[in-house]
């Protein structure tokens, strides 16, 4: 009898034991992350984090924030890991991905088919972009042309640097006066050279404008309507096929969940929101 409630006894301890490990076992990611990736338990993105609304760090904690810092974080919870920003500057994003520096870039980049050539991205957003100035200015354009012989402050190595660029090719084709680009290694510095008066205009995200005068009622203005519009995206190198997949079903996962809306509410980013 003794014999019997012993081995009753040990059969209830093994199975009160596999219950206790089934409860503390960690969950288990909607979408699995790359083998290497879960293992680290984090992603890290490359990000210039000079782009507000997109990226910028708080004043308060000095931590990184905005609308591709939730994104981020969304898609990593989905894959059951964390997420992870280096800073780094636009120009260098692409070297420093390639270089091995963060798994992905994260940093409101836009997909454009010179990027797809060394990229594959994720699409999130619908960027549009325009000429803004102070709330005073009496400036007004229709075109980037419509510029001629202004100076105009604009991150670099952007594609909206690229825009000037171009609209300074069509200005020298018709003889016209080119337009002082002034391009800075960050957004947030090209934004300042507007509202110190070091430049007459600031080339940006329309999302911006919106942003700026949320942080300073009336300071800045739209000028012009909107000049360029883009898909913006996660980007992956090619060798990273099953990165990208995992991030593209990621994000399938919080649009269905309803995560993704959250974030897009929070920013005010409706007007930008990506519809599959």
């Known amino acids: ?19 206790i490990s089934l409860l503390t076992l960690p969950a288990q990611a909607g979408t699995p992350a790359p083998e290497r990736i879960a293992k680290n338990g984090k992603i890290v993105f490359c990000t210039d984090i000079s782009f507000p609304p997109f990226e910028y760090f708080d004043p308060q ?7 591709d810092i939730d994104i981020g974080k969304a898609l990593a919870a989905e894959m059951g890991i964390k997420s992870e920003h280096k800073n780094i500057a636009f120009d260098g994003l692409i070297p420093a991905l390639q270089a091995g520096q963060c798994d992905a870039i994260l940093s409101g980049l ?7 050539e060394v990229l594959d991205f994720v699409n999130y957003a619908y960027v549009g972009n325009a000429v803004i100035v102070k709330a005073d200015s ?3 354009f229709d075109a980037l042309t419509d510029i001629s012989g202004k100076a105009v402050a604009v991150e670099s190595g952007s594609t909206l640097e690229q825009d000037l660029v171009d609209a300074n090719t069509k200005l020298a084709a018709s003889g016209k006066a ?5 391009a800075l290694p960050k957004a947030s510095d090209a934004f300042q050279q507007l509202t110190t008066g070091l430049v007459d205009i600031y080339y940006g995200s329309t999302v911006q404008e919106a942003y700026f005068n949320s942080q300073n009622a009336s300071q800045v203005k739209l000028a012009s309507p909107q000049t360029s519009a883009f898909y913006t995206g996660v980007g992956t190198l090619k060798k990273d096929a099953d990165l990208h997949d995992a991030l593209a079903a990621a994000f399938k996962a919080i649009q269905a969940s309803g995560e993704y809306d959250k974030i897009v509410k929070a920013w005010k980013f409706d007007a930008m929101a990506y519809k599959p």
């Open 1 to 19: 009898m003794k014999t019997k409630r012993t081995h009753r006894a040990a059969i209830a301890a093994i199975a009160a034991a596999a219950v």
């Open 178 to 182: 080119p337009i002082k680009i002034v």
């Open 61 to 67: 904690t000095n931590e990184p924030a905005g609308f």
């Open 138 to 140: 009496p400036l007004k």
């Open 110 to 116: 836009f997909d454009k088919p010179a990027r797809r």
